[in-house]
């Protein structure tokens, strides 16, 4: 799923997030089981061991069973360096 970093940052609001930070659900498209980050792995980003779905950094689904995309959360940066999440 080709979707751009751009339209995976935006907060609540409709706000454009910040680039540094990337808030998802760390619930795998495919059954719903957690993914973890992977240092070394093909795309660089999260893997799920249950079925094998390979996601990137931006938790973009790159091989693997998994359907769609990591979801972001929903999130608000309320100050600078605060952030709501849920
Ligand atoms: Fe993640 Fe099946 S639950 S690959």
């Known amino acids: 799923d080709p979707q751009k970093d751009a339209d995976r940052l935006v907060q609540e609001n409709g706000e454009a997030g910040q680039p540094a930070w990337l808030i998802l659900q760390a619930s795998c498209t495919h059954l719903g089981c957690v ?6 792995s093909q795309f660089g980003g999260w893997f799920c ?5 390979d996601y990137d950094t931006s938790g973009r689904i790159r091989r693997g ?3 769609k995309n990591l979801a972001p959360a929903p999130y608000l940066f309320t100050g600078p360096t605060a952030i709501r999440i849920g």
């Open 35 to 40: 993914p973890t980050f992977v240092e070394g």
């Open 49 to 53: 061991p249950c079925h094998g779905s």
């Open 65 to 67: 069973p998994a359907p």
